[in-house]
T-cell receptor, first 115, second 114 residues
Framework: ETGVTQTPRHLVMGMTNKKSLKCEQH?????MYWYKQSAKKPLELMFV???????ENNSVPSRFSPECPNSSHLFLHLHTLQPEDSALYLC??????????????FGPGTRLLVL | AQSVAQPEDQVNVAEGNPLTVKCTYS??????LFWYVQYPNRGLQFLLK??????LVKGSYGFEAEFNKSQTSFHLKKPSALVSDSALYFC????????????FGSGTKLNVKP
C-alpha cells in the first residue's frame, strides 16, 4: 500500500444526487491532488492543494467541489453530475520542498458511475 | 507547454524476453520525467524518475529507463519480462514552471505471455 486511502472504492449515483469522495494520506505530505482517469485518455489533473490551500483548478466544472480541511484529508464533493463524469477518480499526495521534484503517491481510486 | 506521448496502446512480449515501453516528451525547460505502473483496481505506483545525472535510471521491480535528450525520449525497459509485469504503464513529465502540475501520457498496456 502507498499510504494513501480512498473511500468509497465504488460509487453509483444518479444525476441529481449529491455525494462525496474522501482521500486520506498517512505520509505526512503537504500537497494533495485529485485526478480523473478515463479509459484510453491521459490522466487529467483536476485540483491541487498545497498546505491546505488550493493552488490549481484545471478548469474543472463547478459540479465538482474540492475541500481540504487539513493536510491529511481531501474531499471531492459531487452534485448534479453527468454520465460523462463516470471515471476513476484518483487522489495523490506528495511532499513539496523548495526546488525539489518529489514523487506523487496515489490512492487506489474511486470508480464512479453516473446513471 | 509540457506533454508526453506514449505511441503504443499495447505492447505484447513473451516471458523472459526484453521489453520496451516507449515515451516521448515535449518540455520548455529541463525535463523531469517519471514512470508509473497501475495494476488492476489499484492506483498508480511510482517506478522511477529522471531529474538529472546519468541517462540510465534504475527503478523498482528491475525496471530501468533511458533518457535520450536528442530524441526527447524516456523509454522504459526491462531485460527479462515477467508475467506479473502485465499492467498499465504511464509516463509523466512535471511542469518545470509549475511544480504542482504533472502531465501524463494515455498509458500503455503491457501484456506478458507465459
Amino acid at each position: 500500500e502507498t499510504g494513501v486511502t480512498q473511500t468509497p472504492r465504488h460509487l453509483v449515483m444518479g444525476m441529481t444526487n449529491k455525494k462525496s469522495l474522501k482521500c486520506e494520506q498517512h505520509l505526512g505530505h503537504n500537497a494533495m491532488y485529485w485526478y480523473k482517469q478515463s479509459a484510453k485518455k491521459p490522466l487529467e489533473l483536476m485540483f491541487v492543494y498545497n498546505f491546505k490551500e488550493q493552488t490549481e483548478n484545471n478548469s474543472v466544472p463547478s459540479r465538482f467541489s474540492p475541500e481540504c480541511p487539513n493536510s491529511s484529508h481531501l474531499f471531492l464533493h459531487l452534485h448534479t453530475l453527468q454520465p460523462e463524469d463516470s471515471a476513476l477518480y484518483l487522489c495523490a499526495s506528495s511532499q513539496e520542498v523548495a526546488g525539489g521534484i518529489e514523487t506523487q503517491y496515489f490512492g487506489p481510486g474511486t470508480r464512479l458511475l453516473v446513471l | 507547454a509540457q506533454s508526453v506521448a506514449q505511441p503504443e496502446d499495447q505492447v505484447n512480449v513473451a516471458e523472459g524476453n526484453p521489453l520496451t515501453v516507449k515515451c516521448t516528451y515535449s518540455v520548455s525547460g529541463n525535463p523531469y520525467l517519471f514512470w508509473y505502473v497501475q495494476y488492476p483496481n489499484r492506483g498508480l505506483q511510482f517506478l522511477l524518475k529522471y531529474i538529472t545525472g546519468d541517462n540510465l535510471v534504475k527503478g523498482s521491480y528491475g525496471f530501468e529507463a533511458e533518457f535520450n535528450k536528442s530524441q526527447t525520449s524516456f523509454h522504459l525497459k526491462k531485460p527479462s519480462a515477467l508475467v506479473s509485469d502485465s499492467a498499465l504503464y504511464f509516463c509523466a513529465v512535471r511542469d518545470a514552471d509549475n511544480f504542482n502540475k504533472f502531465y501524463f501520457g494515455s498509458g500503455t498496456k503491457l501484456n506478458v505471455k507465459p
